[in-house]
């Protein structure tokens, strides 16, 4: 007899059907009552554990042991003329049909009543639980699945732009790139992440480009308990892209809908161009973020041909107006500041005149304006159209924030910063203008405790190493800050922020030649000048405010002697005053310093109807932003000057104190750095200031290896 027959008489198969049907009923009611009942999960796990144990065990019983009329023997002591497993097998046949019927009821009452009742039950229970206000999400890096790595450019761009299409609906809130793009190839809890970015969904996927074909897979997830609310793929070409994006994010949006903008309907739509185009446009936009000559260069190349092949395609003009401005002598390449603004504002203007609405055409506009003297106004107002287009522009929010400084309005830059950093709490550029923002209203604490709370995720950056430079350099503690601004500048040359800041460490510690070879223009012309070297000064600073910053070309004239040029130059360029300030308002950080050097010029020349309207732009300028919370040593200096001008000595030797005990140092005189205190000059409260300046000074020069500087 055959080993299966053998288990068939024995009804071994009847058994174990009934046993598996028998235990899947069993563990549906357990999983529905215990929970219900807040059992513990092992207290479940366990019952399920003894159900797959006890599966074998019945087996072996089948086996082993026969049901007789005088009750349950071993198989071996029954006479097989007396075997009654064919009746045995009937009544199995019987039970396993009728626990099929009960398992199929269950499973049809399951899919149309229960789960159903649980789906309501969970979104009524997330609504609720859920405050109000605008939904949240991040949409995390799709992951490349192309065989060729270096597609990875086109996911990344495919994940930017579904985040971009996302973010132009009010009512939802959407983590900034820069922050959702940190986790990027990393095995990261879902609940870390969205609990580091502030959000209760993310939007996660894949793609896989191959030849004209893609395919890209999509699930939404709510963070609090990974409960997949929507997924998806799709299979197309790749000139079908913008519709898979549209399509990924009004999926999104319909998932949401309840909870997100009630009966209201909500659809996206992405620009459309050639799908040759549209993947230079990606790689483009990629180069971009790397913040550096080369790769800019490289964006506005693939920028150009993807306009070649399509003239009509506005966001590719949006994007070459920006790397052109990037790519001026002034930010991270080699175009004269000229011709990199020429540059910018045509692409700009091209890429509104194809496309109206397209936000990213407005901030590209906007940050043109930003650096034009006189022009401040508009791009605020060019800046602010953008956002209200679209609210992920990261990017344009950060540039907003610096024109509202250039505007003295600190406060109003920093509730745009602010929000920036919460949206985005990675992006480099708010990071550091918000810790500075903090800095300059003397709220260390706050400066302190949002570089903490980053720097898990950026401990070697470069960037982080500038912040903890910057806030030991803004207290005078050079000899800290030196290595980490020497190592950030190192790590990023190209930086103009990390070489200003190793720049005022160098000149704060009479390192001059070094200020000079290493600083950014402003700190080199400064450096040139105590070197004796004022003619190479006065060239740099020509140049300079030929491309239209005057301050240090102001600065350098009124030092040395030749206040008079200064006034013409400014009469031959301005109706007035008035005019200038129009041109040069006040910057939120430390004061009207252009102004104060205009006021100064007018009163060695014996102006006083110009000199008394530069002083009171400077005061009306200084007392709004003390209003609004600016405190900080440099403001204190730009304070001192302002009262030495205006003659009230006491007030003037006050802030200078306390621009001096704050951490400020000068030269070796405070005087060759301030001439409007050449006249305190053997004033000893000004002497004892002096000398509390170069006791400093020397202790900061010891702790470098470096000799100390005579009193």
Known sequence: MSLVNELKRRNVFKVGAAYVVMAWLLAQGVDVFLENFGAPDWVIKTILLLLVAGFPVAVFFAWAFELTPEGIKKEKDVDRS???????????????????????????????VLVPARHAAEQTATTESEPDGPKTIAVLPFVN?????????????????????????????????????????????????????????????????????VRITAQLIQVDNGFHLW???????????????DEIANAILTELKARLVGDTPVAVASARTDSEAYDLYLLAKQRMYERAQLPLENAAELLDRA??????????????????????????????????????????????????????????????????????????????????????LIDAANWLHNAYNQTTQPAEALKVIEDVHRRDPLYRPALGNLAWLYVAMDRRDRARAIIEGVRPYLSQDANMLWLDGMMFESAGEIAKAMPLLERAVELSPQDRVYRIQLGMSLLQTHQYERAADEGYWWTQAQALRHLGRVEEATLLTQKWAGEGDVEGYFRLLNATGRSEILTEYLESRWADVAAFA???????????????????AYQKTGQPVPFDSAMALVRTAHDSLTKQGISNPY????????????????????????????????????????????????????????????????????ALGLEPVST
Do not use: C
């Open 635 to 702: 403001f204190y200096e730009n304070e001192a000057t302002y009262f030495a001008l205006a003659g009230d000595r006491i007030r003037a030797l006050d802030f200078l104190g306390r621009a001096v005990d704050a951490g400020r140092m000068f030269s070796r005189s405070i005087a060759d750095d301030l001439p409007a205190f050449r006249d305190f000059e053997g004033d000893p409260e000004y002497e004892a200031i002096e000398a509390r300046m170069i006791e400093h000074l020397n202790r900061e020069r010891s």
């Open 82 to 112: 007396q075997s009654i497993t064919h009746k045995t097998g009937r009544k199995l046949d019987f039970v396993v049909i009728g626990l099929l019927l009960v398992a199929l009821g269950y499973f049809a009452v399951d899919k149309f």
């Open 145 to 213: 699945m192309s065989e060729d790595r270096g597609n990875e450019y086109f996911s990344d761009g495919i994940s930017e732009e579904i985040l971009n299409a996302l973010a132009r609906v009010p009512e939802l809130q959407v983590a900034g790139r820069t922050s959702s793009f940190a986790f990027k190839g990393e095995n990261v809890d879902l609940r870390r992440i969205g609990e580091t970015l502030g959000v209760d969904h993310i939007l996660e996927g894949s793609v896989r480009k191959a030849g004209a074909t």
């Open 582 to 600: 129009q041109a040069f308002p006040a910057f939120a950080y430390f004061g009207y310093g252009t102004m104060l050097e205009v006021a100064l």
């Open 231 to 245: 997924s998806d793929s799709y299979d197309r070409n790749l000139d079908d892209v913008f519709a898979i994006q």
């Open 307 to 392: 306009i070649a092949i399509d003239p009509d395609y506005a966001p590719a003009y949006a994007q070459r107006s920006v790397v052109a401005h990037l790519l001026s002598e002034s930010q991270y390449g080699a175009l004269p500041v000229a011709q990199a603004d020429s540059q910018a504002r045509l692409f700009a203007e091209k890429a509104l005149q194809l496309n109206p609405g397209l936000a990213e055409g407005w901030a590209a506009l906007g940050l043109y304006q930003l650096d034009r003297p006189g022009e401040i106004v508009q791009a605020i107002e060019n800046l602010e159209k953008a956002l209200a287009l679209n609210p992920a």
